[in-house]
Each structure stands twice: as structure tokens, then as C-alpha cells.
């Protein structure tokens, strides 16, 4: 701060002189422009010659038009930044403007003439200084710069000091200020980051947050806790990745629906009509919550999107709005941790007397229309096709084979899914919406924990598959009862099937059959 305030002193002191120099220059050339050189300058050169002769001369005396003093046909002082080598006994003439004069005065300078040599001084004697024809006046300034520099640096210092005591009076309240202001807002902007990226369990909780007596802090640290709570009870309402879809964007949601290939999970509990009926409603209130509880951490777990809650079924989907690239697979992974930990639940719940639970799985992979639907009043992020549509019969078809996940076709095929999970073809349906039959699949579980039973159920349940669309009929039975043995003598899946193979025996199929 010192050097910049000894800088900017010295800057004004330097366009003084330049101002100062210019001045003189412009006002010599206006009053003797015209001016000529005589042939005798001995007179001006007597009285002015202790100005141009030694060390201390500021210029070179000449009576040629172009050189020296006498260039451009007049008398010309040259001045280095205003201070002159000046002759005390020359005294101004009586015609000098006042204004002039006055300004002589009050810059205790000297004045210098300036003379046009074609004044006849060597011819007579009463040549005074009244008799001349023009007259400038040139000044010392250097000691009015002194003084000004000491001026200058003088008010420097005193700034510099002022602002040395100052910063010494306030250091002592640095951190005060430190602790009120500059720490809660640092607080209040790394939570708000926080809740921009939903990450609701980083925010400081209310009894963490740094105290303030500043009135605008402490407002701000309320409105934003209101703001977070609002934030994260709307989150609870709406699919968490979609809220967090949309804050990323730093838009307004609009209507609209995208085609995408996702892979969509409907859910729903066996027999939950009769649990109801026989159980207080809080009890089953309690239950559900905690069903619901578990079932969405692994939906959300697997990268899922958690749709809806349809009375006790669940809807999600993977693979929108975010990329999912193993859908399919983390969706089928979803499904047979649910079984895993009911089956936890269901032991827990037994031994406090509550009713079991068991659930039936559809899932589907396809290409439908995905967004917000709805009104610009009111909207939700969900999906529409007839691959929902798909999804909700297979779970619905679990009743009837007796199975607790079924997968289509279209499911099997998608990446990484033959390969993880271990699955037997159970029966060719008809879907409204497709005109051809639809091949659906149990899931028995993924490859890593399948012993070597469940593959022989898996690769004999194919091959009755392959029989019976050949209509090798008998063959399809022979094999299907394999499985049955190999379940321990009892196969509710494949009896559906085996019941149409008989059915066939008796009555084949028309030469266009589909395998319905």
C-alpha cells in the first residue's frame, strides 16, 4: 500500500513538469511567431548572455536562423522540466499583464524576457525595458516541487500510518467477525451444495449449525433449513433420481415423454387381501412400511428408479431417467435380493406374530415411452406401453405356475442375463398387444449359487421346451416328469404344460399352431 501511495505522488509530480514545460513552449511560439531576426543582437546578447555562457548556460547563442537560440526567428528559452538558470538582476517591464505578475509572485520566480532581436538596441541608447515590444514570463519552480514533494510525502505518511492504526484497531475483532459472518455463510453454502446433489445425510443438522448474532445470517440459516426440509420431503414424494434429474438440469419440468429401452419390475404380495383382513390396520400399516422399507433401499441400491407404490405392488423401472447400461441384470439382482431378505423378514415377523410375506415378480426389458405425465397443473415421471403392461401379467402369471419370478423373452436376451442368472423356459403365452406368443421364463437364481440339481432342472425344463414346440408331445411329459423328480417329486410350474402335452395327445394342434 506504501509504494502504490509513493507512486502515485511521484506520477503527479511528473505530468506537473511535463504540463508546466509544455505551457511555456506553446505560449513563446504564440507571442513571436512572426518575429524576425535583426542584424544586430548585440545589446540582447549583452544583457542576456549570463544565460547562455558555461556550464550552467541552457543554451547555445547563435545568430543563424537555423540553429540555437535563434531558430525560427525568435528568442527561445529552452526549459528542462521548468526550473531555469535564471539572471536575478533582470526586472519585469510595467506593461506585463497583472494576472501574470501576480502568478510571478506567488512562484517566486524570476522573469526572463523573450526579445525579438529586431529591436534596434545598438543604435540608441533609449532602448528600455518599457521600449520593447513583447515580453514572457518564465519561472523557477523548483522550489514551490520541493515543497509540494514534501507536501505529497508528508500526506502520504500520514495515510500510511492511519491505516496501520486502523488495521491494528480492528485485528482484535477479526475473528469475532470471523465467527459471525464469514464461518456460518461458509457452513450455509457447502449444505446447500449438499442438498443441490440430494445428499440430505451430509447436511449439518440443526443443533451443528454455527451460532450467529448477525440478524441476515441467521435468517438465512432458517430459510434454508426450511428450504432443505421441503427438499427432502418432496424427494420422498417424487422418485429420488428424477429430483436429482432435475436440479441437475436447473430447469422447470415440462410434458413430455421420451421412447427408451429400460427393463420394469411390478411387485405385489401374495394374499395381502386376506392379511388385511385379518389385522389391525396400524399393525398392517407397520408392516407394510417396513416391507416397503426394504424392498425400495435394494431398488435404489441397484441403480433403479422407484416409480410408484400401487396399494402393496411396486413399480420401478432401470435405466431412466439415468443410464443404466446392465439394466436387465442389476433389475433381476434386485428381484432375487428381495426373496433373500423376506425371507429374514418373515422369520423375524413370525416370532412377533405377525403375518408372513411373500411376493410375486414380474420384469420386463423393452423400448416404451418414458416422462412426465399428466397436466402443467400436476405432473409424475412415469411410463406408458404395452411392455408395463408385460410386466404387470407376468407377475400376475406367477399364481398360476406357482413361481415367484418370471422374466420374457426379451428380458433373456438382454446383455449379461443368460450368463448371470440360471432361468427354465416355462410356457408360450399370448399378450394382448402382440401378435405373436409370448415365450416366458422362472428365474431360479443366479448361476454363482445354483448347485448341480438346479441345472439339470434348468437344462432338462429346456429341452421339454424344444419337444413340445416340436410336438413331440410325449417326449415334452417324459421330460417335464424328469424335473419333477428332480424337484423331489413335485413340479407346480411344469404341471401347466405337461396338462397341455396330454391335452395335445388327444387332440393335436392345427399345422399352423403357434405353440399356444
Not at 445428499?199 to 448474532?213: A, Q, W, Y
Not at 435468517?219 to 441437475?248: C, W
Not at 423356459?425 to 394382448?432: A, N
Amino acid at each position: 500500500m506504501t509504494l502504490m501511495l509513493l507512486m502515485i505522488s511521484v506520477l503527479e509530480r511528473s505530468n506537473e513538469f511535463q504540463r508546466c514545460g509544455g505551457e511555456m513552449v506553446a505560449s513563446l511560439e504564440m507571442y513571436y511567431k512572426t518575429a524576425r531576426i535583426g542584424q544586430n543582437c548585440t545589446k540582447l546578447q549583452q544583457e542576456a548572455g549570463s544565460w547562455f555562457q558555461g556550464d550552467t548556460g541552457i543554451g547555445k547563442w547563435s545568430q543563424r536562423e537555423d540553429q540555437g537560440l535563434t531558430k525560427n526567428g525568435l528568442f527561445l528559452a529552452i526549459v528542462e522540466n521548468c526550473e531555469l538558470y535564471s539572471d536575478p538582476k533582470l526586472v519585469g517591464p510595467s506593461n506585463v499583464d497583472p494576472s501574470m505578475t501576480y502568478l510571478a509572485h506567488l512562484r517566486r520566480g524570476t522573469e526572463i524576457q523573450a526579445i525579438p532581436c529586431e529591436a534596434e538596441f545598438a543604435v540608441t541608447d533609449g532602448d528600455s525595458q518599457q521600449n520593447r515590444s513583447a515580453t514572457y514570463l518564465l519561472y523557477d519552480l523548483r522550489s514551490e516541487v520541493v515543497e509540494e514533494a514534501k507536501y505529497s510525502l508528508g500526506f502520504t505518511l500520514v495515510v500510511v500510518v492511519s491505516l496501520l492504526g486502523f488495521s491494528i484497531i480492528f485485528s482484535n475483532d477479526t475473528e469475532g467477525i470471523a465467527n459471525q459472518l464469514v464461518l456460518p455463510i461458509q457452513q450455509l453454502m457447502e449444505d446447500m451444495s449438499r442438498t443441490a446433489k440430494l445428499e440430505f445425510d451430509k447436511v449439518t443438522p440443526l443443533d451443528g449449525v454455527i451460532p450467529s448474532t448477525v440478524f441476515e445470517v441467521r435468517s438465512l440459516q432458517t430459510a434454508f433449513h426450511n428450504l432443505n426440509a421441503a427438499v427432502r420431503s418432496f424427494s420422498k414424494f417424487t422418485p429420488l433420481e428424477v429430483v436429482r434429474h432435475f436440479l441437475s438440469l436447473g430447469a422447470v419440468a415440462q410434458l413430455g415423454v421420451v421412447e427408451r429401452n429400460v427393463s420394469i419390475f411390478f411387485s405385489d404380495i401374495e394374499g395381502w387381501t386376506t392379511i388385511c383382513e385379518g389385522t389391525p390396520p396400524a399393525q398392517v400399516l407397520a408392516l407394510l412400511s417396513e416391507y416397503f422399507e426394504s424392498m425400495v433401499s435394494i431398488i435404489l441400491e441397484e441403480q433403479g428408479t422407484m416409480l410408484e407404490f400401487v396399494g402393496d405392488a411396486i413399480l420401478a423401472i432401470w435405466n431412466a431417467p439415468n443410464d443404466v447400461p446392465d439394466h436387465a441384470v442389476r433389475s433381476l439382482t434386485a428381484a432375487w435380493r428381495m426373496d433373500k431378505v423376506l425371507k429374514k423378514l418373515r422369520a423375524a415377523w413370525a416370532s412377533q406374530g405377525k403375518p408372513e410375506i411373500s411376493i410375486r415378480v414380474g420384469l420386463h426389458s423393452g423400448f416404451v415411452w418414458v416422462g412426465n405425465l399428466g397436466s402443467n397443473l400436476r405432473m409424475k415421471y412415469g411410463v406408458l406401453g404395452n411392455g408395463v403392461n408385460l410386466a404387470s401379467r407376468l407377475e400376475e402369471m406367477n399364481k398360476r405356475y406357482k413361481t415367484m419370478t418370471m422374466i420374457s423373452e426379451d428380458m433373456l436376451r438382454e446383455p449379461g442375463v443368460s450368463e448371470t442368472f440360471l432361468v427354465r423356459p416355462l410356457d408360450m403365452v399370448e399378450v394382448v398387444g402382440r401378435t405373436e406368443p409370448t415365450r416366458i421364463y422362472d428365474v431360479l437364481g443366479p448361476r454363482s449359487e445354483a448347485d448341480e440339481d438346479t441345472r439339470q432342472v434348468a437344462n432338462v425344463s429346456a429341452e421339454a421346451m424344444t419337444a413340445y414346440l416340436n410336438r413331440n408331445f410325449e417326449q415334452a411329459i417324459e421330460r417335464l416328469q424328469v424335473v419333477a423328480q428332480l424337484k423331489g417329486g413335485s413340479d407346480p410350474a411344469g404341471e401347466v404344460l405337461m396338462e397341455r402335452c396330454k391335452a395335445f395327445l388327444e387332440t393335436p394342434p392345427p399345422p399352423k399352431w403357434d405353440g399356444l
